[in-house]
């Protein structure tokens, strides 16, 4: 398996190799090609590169190496003289002996990979092998397949979030709600969507799980000494605690089967110790299984940080920010399936159920179109924490990225007749992303109580 480090190092140094590849070609096709062939030569030879030399000139040199073959093998083909009679040597498959040993090896390679695929499969790597362009694959599947690398997808840092949307930068506090707002999924008519998890099992479909809005309560009172003159101030630690204790007191009016979660903390409690807090932040995000429960507790929360603040004398100000909408059910796409079963024979394949309490921006864009969704395993520890930790490369890694394209043939195959099915019988909540933006408009609002 390819170290973690060198897969790194690859890259990050992919935005420089595509400019020299574009030098050398001029083209901006045949250099996504040279890159393409240059980083799989990399991965195949990690094991001659040395540690700790310099990584970008052997890519470099790899590079250069192959376009000067690829160079040579043009003019050498283009200026062969067949002298036969029935034009025998013109009329030889190009893989038939005048390849290099070395071409010859890896040629013979990839057919052995591509013939182990199921007849259906086949096509389009037979394409590329053959020689075939991108372009020209794409034009035998009736559609295009988009990557989104989703930025921000964790909703964290809330007042951070609120920050940047001062300025302007942007709106939502999701990577793929702020993607639907400016229009980045107006061409797309379904999607695939990967996330990893913990275990050893390939998971696909999902189940239903909570949507959420994110809350910023900042408590204000007055500042004064607090042993000289504890009387002259408004404590906003106590404030911010008695609404705290509210909160938690109405947790017993959260029904079982909405699936409330409510998970404050303060990020900020005061400035000295020996100063009466004059000002405390709490954040929080409030989730629930549906959007009418989630909106129900995000009034109770809100009543109860007014309720401390009214105890105490301070004032509040509670600033609310869409956050994600419920993920809705998804059976099992039959075609993820089957890649699973393809791209890593002995891994049990199981199908996604019941509620989660968590949430993902995956939520919002099911409200527009079909999403079908897969989690792959090769890890160990929790999500998002520190002792998170890749364990299987291959399976994190490879396999992911086989199920990706296999299931997108499967889905663009036949001109695309199975995707036009799965669009086609798909309701959206909302006809486009105006309309879901409008929708999320709702759940941004600022409040002050004093």
């Excluded at 275990?199 to 500042?223: C, D, H, M, P, Q």
């Excluded at 947790?251 to 409510?262: A, G, L, N, S």
Aim: proline residues 3%; negative net charge; charged residues 25%.
């Amino acid at each position: 398996m390819k170290s973690l480090s060198f897969r790194k190092d690859l890259i990050g140094v992919q935005e420089e190799l595509l400019r020299f590849a574009y030098k050398l070609t001029a083209n901006r096709e045949e250099a996504n090609d040279l890159l393409q062939e240059t980083s799989l030569k990399a991965l195949d030879n990690e094991e001659k590169y040395v540690p700790d030399t310099n990584f970008k000139g052997w890519m470099y040199t790899i590079m250069r190496n192959i376009f000067i073959n690829n160079y040579r093998k043009i003019v050498r083909d283009q200026t062969f003289v067949d002298q036969t009679d029935n034009l025998y040597h013109l009329n030889l498959p190009q893989d038939s002996g005048f390849e290099s040993t070395e071409g010859a090896y890896d040629l013979k390679e990839m057919h052995r990979i591509v013939n182990a695929l199921p007849k259906e499969y086949k096509v389009p790597f037979s394409m590329h092998v053959s020689g075939f362009k991108y372009r020209e694959i794409a034009e035998k599947l009736d559609g295009q397949v988009v990557f989104f690398a989703t930025p921000a997808e964790e909703y964290g840092e809330i007042e951070f979030k609120n920050q940047l949307r001062e300025q302007g930068k942007i709106r939502y506090g999701g990577g793929k709600c702020e993607l639907l707002r400016i229009g980045a999924f107006d061409d797309i008519d379904l999607c695939l969507t990967h996330h990893i998890r913990p275990g050893n099992e390939i998971l696909v479909g999902s189940g239903t799980g909570n949507g959420f809005v994110s809350k910023v309560i900042r408590v204000l009172g007055k500042a004064s000494h607090a042993a000289g003159a504890p009387e002259k101030g408004v404590n906003a630690l106590s404030a911010a605690s008695l609404g705290l204790q509210a909160l938690g007191l109405n947790r017993e009016t959260f029904r079982d089967e909405d699936c409330v979660r409510v998970h404050p903390i303060i990020t900020k409690g005061g400035n000295l110790v020996n100063v009466i807090p004059d000002e405390v932040v709490v954040e929080t995000l409030v989730r629930g299984k549906t959007i009418e429960a989630f909106t129900d507790a995000a009034k109770k929360t809100d009543r109860s940080f007014k309720a401390g603040a009214i105890a105490m004398g301070a004032k509040v100000e509670i600033s609310t920010l869409p956050g994600y909408l419920p993920t809705l059910a998804e059976e099992a796409l039959p075609e993820l399936k089957h890649a699973a079963e393809i791209s890593a024979s002995g891994i049990p394949v199981i199908e996604a159920s019941g509620h989660a309490g968590g949430s993902t921006d995956v939520g919002d864009v099911q409200h527009l179109m079909p999403v079908y969704t897969f989690n792959t395993g090769g890890v160990k520890g929790g999500l998002h924490q520190i002792d998170f930790e890749v364990t299987d490369e291959e399976e994190a890694y490879i396999v992911t990225a086989k199920m990706f394209a296999l299931a997108a043939y499967g889905l663009l195959k036949e001109k695309a007749q199975r995707s036009r099915e799965l669009v086609d019988q798909y309701e959206p909540v909302f006809k486009n992303s105006a309309e879901y933006v409008e929708f999320m408009e709702q759940f941004d609002s600022k409040e002050i109580f004093e």
